[in-house]
């Protein structure tokens, strides 16, 4: 089992930049895959960015490229995501989720999530 734990969400004005955290416990070793996805009022989930066990591997939805950085610490268990010139569209609570490949960017692809942490962006 996993357990993952999002951080760092917040108010911010459209513009601003902000960075996630998604910490990681248990047998992290098996999912080398991480993934963060959000998801807005009425609206299904969404891929956002994914990183493979290096950190070597990355991959993101078009909506974020350019402004969004997926990393992660292995020694500290820890995947980031920097989100840069934030937009209002980027509203959303943004989840981290573990998975087997940072191929797959489908939710049912990945096995354990965490709580979500609240993004809103005001324009």
């Known amino acids: 089992q996993v357990q993952l734990r999002e951080s760092g969400g917040g108010l911010v004005q459209a513009g601003d930049s902000l960075r996630l955290s998604c910490a990681a416990s248990?047998?992290?070793?098996?999912?080398?895959?991480t993934g963060w996805f959000r998801q807005a009022p009425g609206k299904a989930r969404e891929f956002v960015a994914v990183?493979?066990?290096?950190?070597?591997?990355?991959n993101y939805a078009d909506s974020v490229k350019g402004r969004f950085t997926i990393s992660r610490d292995n020694a500290k268990n820890t995947v980031y995501l920097q989100m840069n010139s934030l937009k209002p569209e980027d509203t959303a609570v943004y989840y981290c989720?573990?998975?087997?490949?940072?191929?797959?960017?489908?939710?049912?692809?990945?096995?354990?999530w965490g709580q979500g942490t609240q993004v809103t962006v005001s324009s």
């Open positions: 989720a573990a998975g087997l490949s940072s191929t797959r960017i489908d939710t049912n692809s990945y096995n354990y």
């Open positions: 248990g047998r992290t070793f098996a999912y080398p895959a």
């Open positions: 990183v493979g066990r290096s950190g070597s591997s990355t």
